[in-house]
């Protein structure tokens, strides 16, 4: 599927594997049928879980809506799960070019960016497909995360021509403001969709403020 499919912008669904499974997977396929472009397993897990089966059937309704999907930092999962379409590294990697000799085959890569330029010069120049800045806002699920300043995405449009998204902290709301700061190609969601009642409408939501 990775040949095939892109990442570009729109809206970036990250999903909590710790959630309760048949939840998680309604409140996913919600999401998917509102128009979700990439969809990425948060490295949350519970103890014990069973990742290849988590992997099995969040992809499994993925394919169905031809959405790729990533793993956040296990990338040597890319290795045992064919259905994985690619990684999200949360910083940079000890060695991408070992990485991808291991991995052995194509996948879709991007990384997050927490105020360090350097970070958007590196995926740039090793030809990673997007960069997610983190966090805009402050948000729990963004952790450690540290706020970014718009002017800093602004200058990042300058540096690459890579998909650029926001995180942490995004509603539809602040996302008409922000985009009069910086320019941004589209936006990385957790708790904003996922813990929505109705999913398909905050995504609905999100994307008129992309649009």
């Known amino acids: 599927m990775t040949d095939k499919l892109k990442i570009t912008g729109g809206v970036y669904l990250v999903i909590d594997p710790a959630m309760e499974s048949s939840l998680m997977l309604a409140r996913l396929e ?9 969809v990425q397993l948060w490295n949350h897990w519970l103890p014990g879980s069973d990742k290849q089966a988590c992997v099995a059937a969040v992809s499994k309704i993925c394919r169905f809506y031809r959405v790729p999907l990533l793993i956040d930092n296990d990338w040597e999962l890319l290795i045992s799960t064919p259905e994985l379409d690619g990684v999200h590294f949360d910083a940079l990697p000890p060695d991408y070019d070992d990485i991808k000799q291991k991995v052995a085959r194509s996948f879709i890569a991007g990384i997050t960016c927490s105020g360090d330029l350097e970070v958007v010069r590196w995926a740039d120049k090793n030809g990673l497909d997007y960069i997610s800045f983190c966090a805009m806002f402050p948000s729990a699920s963004a952790g450690s995360c540290t706020i970014v300043m718009p002017s800093l995405v602004k200058t990042a449009v300058e540096l690459t021509n890579m998909p650029l998204f ?13 985009r009069q700061l910086t320019p941004f190609d589209g936006v990385a969601v957790i708790s904003g969709i996922m813990s929505a009642a109705d999913p398909f409408t905050k995504v609905k939501l999100y994307q008129n403020a992309l649009s």
């Open 30 to 38: 919600a999401a998917l049928k509102a128009g979700i472009n990439a």
């Open 166 to 178: 926001v995180s942490g902290g995004i509603t539809p709301e602040n996302m008409l403001s922000l």
